[in-house]
């Protein structure tokens, strides 16, 4: 079960941060919307995957184009 718990913690530190993101936003625990985008993969046959992965797109997109700069000397 060690593969397993180090699996998880790369897929937690190198991940896309969709889930947390998502979470702080709605107010729940990142838990909770984890296991919502599981639980709705296997129910729908994977759309939830897919949609999973246009959030994470478009966050890193949207974090590319408004970053915040502490002056006008960073341009």
Known sequence: M??????RYFFEKH???????LADRLGMKAKNVRLFFIYATFATFGIWFLVYLVLAFW???????????????DL
């Open 2 to 7: 060690k593969w397993f718990t180090d699996l």
């Open 15 to 21: 991940g896309f941060a969709v889930t947390s993101r």
């Open 59 to 73: 966050l890193k997109m949207k974090d590319l184009i408004y970053t915040k700069r502490s002056s006008v000397f």
